[in-house]
């Protein structure tokens, strides 16, 4: 069984088009975050959602958008795809970090390699 | 802020080597900490973590020790194998204000292990 899932795995597609980036969890976590990982590795956190709620927002361009329709899903939708757009995003879902639960794992999809031509 | 810093990469071990990756942070209050390991062409996943100072993580045959008064938790292993080849992050979970709490990465260590 699955913990997070992503679709697609892999996305080549050319600037300028709008895309989305489906995750889904089945872990009954409360909380689920987009990050972003580039050609050296380098993790950055995106977004955070906890119970539908977007709590983060790290100083991502508007054209980024993530919709979650219920706890368990968090999609990413991007508009007008720039060349410096094109990376691994991961999916990952956790129980919120709270001062009673500061050691909580988080759980990461397999990532989404986009490409932008 | 909060923040991790670990020694940057790439490593290149030879297999049966001992391997060390130094991890040192900066958080507000007492947070906890954890290695996080991700295979090529995979997502991250929880190696091992601790929650207090003292504690030793450990899994794989990797270990870590928190240590408060050096605030290092720096990963250990006695003997690698190629499949141990992987990127490591460490990171910690600590008060980030505004009644918040969030998991700060560090910039993650390549290491190539060799037969």
């Known amino acids: 069984d699955t913990a997070v899932s992503q679709t697609p795995k892999y996305l080549v597609t050319q600037m300028g088009n709008d895309k989305s980036i489906k995750c889904e969890q089945n872990?009954?976590?409360?909380?689920m975050y987009w990050y972003k990982q580039d050609s050296k590795k380098f993790l950055k956190i995106m977004f955070s959602?906890?119970?539908?709620?977007?709590?983060i927002n790290e100083t991502v361009p508007n054209r980024f958008s993530p919709k979650s329709p219920d706890k368990a899903h968090l999609n990413l939708h991007i508009n007008s795809l720039e060349l410096g757009d094109s990376a691994v995003y991961f999916c990952?879902?956790?129980?919120?970090?709270?001062?009673?639960?500061?050691?909580?794992?988080?759980?990461f999809g397999p990532g989404t390699r986009l490409t932008v031509l | 802020g909060n923040s991790v810093t670990q020694m940057e990469g790439p490593v290149t071990l030879s297999e049966e080597a001992f391997l060390t990756i130094n991890c040192t942070y900066t958080?507000?209050?007492?947070?906890?900490l954890f290695w996080y390991v991700q295979y090529p062409g995979e997502g991250l996943q929880l190696l091992l973590k601790?929650?207090?100072?003292?504690d030793k993580g450990s899994n794989k045959g990797f270990e870590a020790t928190y240590r408060k008064e050096t605030t290092s938790f720096h990963l250990e292993k006695g003997s690698v194998q190629v499949s141990d080849s992987a990127v490591y992050f460490c990171a910690l979970t600590a008060y980030s204000g505004a009644g918040s709490y969030q998991l700060t990465f560090g910039k993650g260590t390549k290491l190539s292990v060799i037969p």
């Open positions: 990952a879902s956790s129980q919120p970090f709270t001062s009673m639960r500061v050691n909580s794992t988080q759980y």
């Open positions: 959602y906890n119970n539908k709620e977007l709590i």
């Open positions: 601790a929650t207090k100072a003292d």
């Open positions: 872990l009954g976590h409360d909380t």
């Open positions: 958080a507000t209050g007492y947070p906890s």
